[in-house]
Structures are given as structure tokens and as C-alpha cells.
């Protein structure tokens, strides 16, 4: 058997044989196999494969494992910024807490910021959950609003640019607001980013933003029925910039109705008031009474510091409940799901589930199985808290 011939291989510390088994079927049992052996001359082959750009990008991660921390300090004498944020999400947590601490020390790097932005890019393409969690946190230690706006209104990439408009949003920091405006107005700017603006104008809920998201919509419906787009045919183009509308309510209606009644177009007339109607038909708010909420929420007694199992919002002590596992999980059975209830929309959780294009039904679907499968109690936040109330209520 081969595999056997990698531990005759390892018996004999033979590293060359080694390195090459690790471009063989074995590779993974002899890249552990070095690993083992330790020895000055396994440790260098192994940091070559690591190095290796012709090495499939999941075994040098599976190398970096092997060789622990002890890489990630030679990527940091390189100042390689792309090598530490590849880290950050590799299977040894001592790795990634390395790699996390390398990068906040190399903050002053004008490469650190925008390429950790762009790991949180819009564009999000097949970006695991770990290290985008992990950039999420570098970014909230060396990032300031200030330098994110800068990042988003130019001179980075697309992909940092868009990085730093969503990361705008995930903080709900009302001093973007204006910028985020600014940009989703810019007749000049990428419209991809102007929509990412857009939803994270949404996150925000400043009232500030009404008017302009509005005025962005009907600039969308007016291109739509200048390609012959009817009210028929709106379901093709209603995408997250109507649902970033539809967010701020019936406070959105007075924008819409003004747009309505300026408009010369007889088309663009109808569109818009088709949207006017849809937004108007959202489900009332319910009229569960507070008190009875209260009632429930009283119940359970308050979690410890951490964050909230549902939104990730951080939690204190004082403002927290703690809800068991068994009563929690059965809520769940009987169809609790904060992406069903739209709890989801606009927290931090929610808002990175659809700027990385995971469909509602495939987060619905993970939160439940996640939910489901945990064995400790569940801490939430007061608003997590009064939500899953409300569904027992009603
Ligand atoms: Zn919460």
C-alpha cells in the first residue's frame, strides 16, 4: 500500500522521499509526515511547499497547519500582507490568531486595510465564512470610519471599495451617511457599488437616506422602462436596492408619491406606482401588546457578556436574556427563524449573508440546523429577545 510506503519513507527520514509523496496521492499523510520528523531539513521542505505558488492553494494551508505560527512570523518579516489574510482562516487556530495579531501590527502598511476590505467585498466571491469573520474582526480593530470612507470614495480597487461600503453599513456609524449618500448620487460612480451603498444606507436607517434611496430607485425604474420594462415584468430587475427601500417603511411613501407626481413619463408613472403599492401592502407591524411581551421576555434571566446567538450584536450582562436550550430549540421546531420574522435584516449577521449572495431560503435553512444542533443555552439580545417573544405571542 502507498500509505505505507510513506511511513516506511518517515521510518527512514527520508525528507525528499517525503517531498515528493506530497505531490502524490499520500500528500496529506506525508505533508503530516514531515511535520512529525521536525528535523531542520523537514521544516525547510515543508516552508518551500508553503512557499510554493504552484502548490494547490489547500494543501500549502494544510502546510501552513503543520508548521504552526512559526510561518506566519516569516510572513510577517515579509510584510506579506495577501500570505497573512490567506492565514486567517487557516485550520490551526494558532495560526489564525498569529496571523490576526501580524496584521493589526502591520495596521501603518497602507497595503493592511484595503486588502482586508476586500476580503469583505460585495463581490464575495468564494471567501470562506471563517476568514471572512476573521477579516470582519481585523478590520473593527484597525479600521476608523474616517479611513473606510476614505477606502470607499477612491484610489483603492473595486474590491476594497466595496469592502469598506459594506463595512460602513455593518457599523451603522451615522457619520457615513453622508458620504454613502453622496456616492449612490454620483451619476459617474460603478452601480454595483452604489447598490452595496445603498443596502448599507438601509443598515443605517438614518432618515437622511430616504429621499436619496428613493430618487435611486426611480433612476433604476426609468432606465427599466426606457428597455421596455412594464409592472408585468418587475420582478426582474426588484433587487436589494427596493429592498433597502422597502426597509424604512411607509416613511418611503411621501418620496415615492413626489417622484410619481413629477414625472412626465406615463410609463415611469406606472412603475412607480406599482412599487408605491407594493411597499404600501407590507404586513402591518404587529399588535401583539407590549406588555404581554414584556411578560415573556421577563422570564428569562439575563446571559453573560458575549454576543447575541442571533444577530451577534455584543451583549452585557444587564440587557441580555438567557434563554434554555430545550424551550429555546422547541420555539425553533414550532418555525422560529429570525430570517422568516426579518429580525435578520439590517443586523450585522443578516446583512453579510446577502451582500455574500447566500439566498434566504440557504440561511434560513443554516441558522436552523445551527440552532438545532447547540447544547448550551442561548443568549440573546434584548431586540433577539423581544422577537422571539413575539412569536410565541402571536
Ligand atoms: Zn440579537
Redesign the pocket.
Given at each position: 500500500m502507498r500509505f505505507r510506503s510513506v511511513k516506511s519513507l518517515q521510518k527512514r527520514g527520508d525528507v525528499a522521499g517525503l517531498v515528493g509523496a506530497a505531490r502524490g496521492a499520500e500528500r496529506v499523510a506525508a505533508v503530516a509526515a514531515l511535520g512529525e520528523l521536525g528535523t531542520d531539513e523537514a521544516i525547510q521542505a515543508l516552508t518551500a511547499l508553503a512557499d510554493d505558488p504552484d502548490f494547490a492553494l489547500w494543501m500549502r494551508s494544510e502546510v501552513v497547519s503543520v508548521l504552526g505560527p512559526k510561518y506566519v512570523h516569516k510572513l510577517r518579516a515579509a510584510r506579506d500582507i495577501d500570505g497573512l489574510i490567506r492565514t486567517l482562516s487557516n485550520r490551526n487556530h494558532e495560526v489564525r490568531a498569529e496571523a490576526t495579531r501580524a496584521l493589526s501590527e502591520l495596521r501603518d502598511d497602507p497595503r493592511t486595510l484595503p486588502s482586508l476590505l476586500a476580503v469583505l467585498s460585495a463581490r464575495g466571491s468564494a471567501k470562506d465564512a471563517g476568514t471572512i469573520a476573521a477579516a470582519k474582526d481585523a478590520v473593527r480593530t484597525i479600521g476608523t470610519v474616517g479611513r473606510l470612507i476614505e477606502i470607499m470614495k477612491g484610489g483603492a480597487d473595486f474590491d476594497a471599495r466595496s469592502g469598506a461600503t459594506v463595512v460602513l453599513g455593518l457599523w451603522k456609524d451615522p457619520g457615513a451617511v453622508d458620504d454613502l449618500v453622496a456616492l449612490i448620487a454620483d451619476p459617474q460612480a460603478d452601480r454595483a457599488l452604489q447598490v452595496t451603498a445603498v443596502k448599507s444606507l438601509a443598515s443605517i436607517g438614518d432618515p437622511r437616506a430616504i429621499g436619496p434611496v428613493a430618487s435611486f430607485v426611480v433612476k433604476g425604474l426609468r432606465e427599466f422602462a426606457r428597455m421596455g420594462g412594464s409592472p408585468e415584468t418587475l420582478d426582474v430587475i426588484v433587487g436589494s436596492d427596493f429592498a433597502a427601500l422597502a426597509s424604512f417603511g411607509s416613511a418611503a411613501g411621501p418620496y415615492l408619491q413626489a417622484s410619481r407626481d413629477g414625472e412626465q413619463d406615463q410609463s415611469v408613472r406606472i412603475l412607480i406606482d406599482t412599487v408605491l403599492r407594493r411597499i404600501e401592502k407590507r404586513p402591518p407591524a404587529a399588535t401583539t401588546s407590549p406588555s404581554r411581551i414584556a411578560e415573556i421576555v421577563g422570564r428569562w434571566p439575563s446571559a453573560p457578556a458575549g454576543a447575541?446567538?442571533?444577530?451577534?450584536?455584543r451583549?452585557a450582562p444587564e440587557g441580555s436574556h438567557r434563554v434554555p436550550t430545550a424551550e429555546f430549540q422547541s420555539i425553533v421546531r414550532k418555525g422560529y427563524n429570525?430570517y422568516t420574522t426579518g429580525?435578520m435584516k439590517g443586523?450585522e449577521t443578516g446583512i453579510l449573508a446577502s451582500t455574500l449572495g447566500l439566498s434566504d431560503e440557504a440561511a434560513k435553512e443554516g441558522w436552523k440546523v445551527m440552532a438545532l444542533g447547540t447544547t448550551t443555552d442561548f443568549g440573546?439580545?434584548?431586540?433577539?429577545?423581544q422577537?422571539v417573544a413575539l412569536f410565541i405571542a402571536g
Open positions: 447575541c446567538d442571533i444577530c451577534s450584536d451583549i429570525p429580525r443586523t440573546l439580545c434584548r431586540t433577539c429577545a422577537d
